[in-house]
């Protein structure tokens, strides 16, 4: 995903990029109506690939109508909620395993075997405990991020340079300050290198638990268009949850240069 | 040459009590990976070692790679309980980490997510100075240390050193009575290195510490020090010859290197270590 240096060349990538977006566009609207194909070819590929104008239509009329904003709240405010809460249950338990040995033999196989099972599965469960509204999506959301926090903050403090610690100790920090000041900072730097899967996986716990059973959100409004065969409606539910994926992508990426100022990167230097 | 040999714990409780000293220190450590024959399940780094370091006193330790140098450091320091001996600060045994010293060490040990500045404040921070005193001090500290200017730099952002620098100011900052380094120089670039030495000198020079110097580099341990000590080769390391360094101060590093006096003194210490350099050559060649 490297970016290349020289503004010039950016544009003409980004001009590349849109190019190859318009040309799929382009391909796809051709096979679907008659003209290069026949009509009964056409046909079908609409009925399983939906038509490309028919798509743009259905999500202009969703932006414009306003229809989309409430779902689109609804699954970003449980993709954020399932990302907060999953982060903070991964950090402090992260945390507490790495530093508690005992703790952590007990706990090993517990851990390995729940992040092993494939956790959609637990969807019905939490619309059974929690019902059909934000609650059990969050709750599937944070199943599927706490894990990855937990084993980077796990890594992260495992790997907390030995002489690192002994040069905060010999400074006079304390326990509480050794936690604060070493262990806290350098499992947050792992959790943040993680931040990318782990956003993503609080987006999927999100869509795939309205897919699941829901009354709102852009997952639900997949689930109902796809229970009348209206193969446009789903393609522009797709459209908007890629779009919407990649805008949260670009934040992440912002947030992260901003938190990580400290760490080295490969070596910078401007052209001239 | 030969200066005050070993102190025995009566000597030591009639004389004015050393800042620094160990007694009698032995280090055994579980057996490591492919340890065979009789000492199989045991290692010995540090045999029935005794060294005093006196207050203001600056004594080297040198000796072959792998010897155990650091361990004797760690155990100065408090981080690492020798298997038997003690370890007495001015008098007092010395039970968990050692308040009254501070460390330099060998490997980078400055915290990467600190500025520079923030990483020189740490100690304060951690002994509960107020943020602004302590700011203003770290401030000082770069200053001393010639880095005015580089205050918000982080560690990454910083050459060896540098970095070297800060991690002076971070230990020097907290006024430690005791200096303990661990080859604090020897990844740096010769030029860089005896700049700091003569840095470390004239710092040392305003304010007399007790310093227990850690290196394999015998000139460095001459041009620098009061004392050297020479440690035989591992396993089981003990001291094999002290030798008092009667070169006038100041000092220059790089000039007092020339002098007569003191490739005399290099001779007769190069002569006492020879032999175990050789060991622990034909040891680490077998390993």
Redesign the interface.
């Known amino acids: 995903m490297r970016k290349a240096g020289k503004p010039e060349a950016r544009a003409r990538l980004a001009l590349y990029h849109a190019l190859l977006l318009l040309a799929l566009f382009a391909l796809w609207h051709a096979l679907t109506t008659p003209g290069l194909v026949t009509e009964e070819f056409a046909k079908n590929t609409a009925f399983f690939f939906g038509k490309p104008l028919q798509v743009l239509k259905v999500t202009w009329e969703w932006f414009v109508g306003g229809k989309i904003y409430p779902h689109l709240g609804i699954t970003l405010l449980e993709t954020l909620l399932a990302f907060v809460a999953g982060s903070a249950l991964g950090l402090g338990v992260g945390l507490w395993l790495a530093l508690a040995p005992t703790a952590s033999a007990l706990a090993d196989p517990y851990i390995k075997a729940m992040n092993a099972m494939p956790r959609v599965i637990l969807a019905p469960i939490f619309a059974v405990w929690f019902g059909l509204g934000i609650v059990s999506k969050v709750a599937l959301g944070v199943t599927l991020v706490f894990f990855i926090v937990f084993f980077n903050v796990y890594q992260g403090v495992k790997e907390v340079s030995p002489t690192v610690l002994a040069n905060a100790r010999m400074l006079g920090a304390s326990r509480r300050q050794l936690l604060r000041h070493i262990y806290l900072p350098s499992a947050t730097s792992w959790v943040f290198s993680s931040l990318h899967t782990s956003v993503g996986m609080a987006f999927v716990g999100a869509v795939v638990g309205e897919y699941l059973g829901s009354a709102k959100g852009v997952g639900y409004l997949i689930l109902q268009a796809e229970g009348v065969f209206d193969i446009n409606t789903v393609f522009a539910g797709i459209l908007v949850l890629t779009a919407f994926a990649l805008v949260l992508d670009v934040v992440v990426t912002r947030v992260e240069a901003r938190l990580l100022v400290w760490r080295p990167k490969t070596a910078e230097t401007e052209a001239l | 040459m030969a200066a005050a040999g070993s102190a025995s714990a009566a000597v030591l409780a009639a004389a004015p009590s050393p800042a620094l000293a160990l007694d009698g220190i032995t280090c055994t450590f579980a057996a490591r990976a492919g340890a065979k024959g009789a000492d199989a399940g045991r290692y010995t780094a540090v045999r029935d070692t005794t060294i005093a370091v006196a207050p203001g006193e600056f004594v080297s330790v040198v000796g072959p790679t792998g010897c155990g140098k650091s361990t004797l450091l760690?155990v100065a320091?408090g981080?690492l309980a020798p298997s038997a001996g003690g370890v007495t600060v001015f008098g007092e045994p010395l039970a968990g980490?050692?308040?009254r010293?501070?460390?330099m060490?060998q490997?980078?040990?400055?915290?990467?997510?600190?500025?520079a500045l923030a990483n020189v404040m740490?100690?304060l921070?951690?002994?509960g100075t107020a943020k602004a005193a302590a700011e203003a001090q770290a401030r000082d500290w770069l200053t001393r240390v010639g880095l005015a200017g580089f205050e918000h730099r982080?560690?990454?952002q910083l050459s060896g050193g540098m970095k070297k620098r800060v991690a002076l100011a971070?230990m020097l900052i907290?006024d430690p009575q005791i200096l303990l380094m661990d080859e604090p120089f020897s990844a740096l670039d010769v030029q860089t290195r005896q700049l700091m030495e003569n840095e470390l000198l004239e710092l040392w020079g305003a304010n007399r510490k007790s310093v227990l110097f850690i290196t394999h580099d015998l000139e460095e341990a001459i041009s620098l020090s009061d004392r050297v000590i020479v440690l035989s080769a591992g396993p089981a390391t003990r001291p094999i010859g002290e030798f008092a360094i009667d070169l006038p101060r100041p000092r220059d590093v790089a000039e007092i290197r020339m002098t007569p006096r003191f490739v005399e003194l290099h001779g007769a210490i190069w002569h006492a270590m020879k032999a175990e350099v050789l060991k622990g050559y034909a040891q680490s060649r077998q390993a």
């Open positions: 760690n320091a981080l980490i050692n308040r010293a501070g460390y060490f490997a980078e040990a400055l915290m990467p997510w600190r500025s740490a100690g921070e951690f002994r982080y560690p990454h971070q907290l």
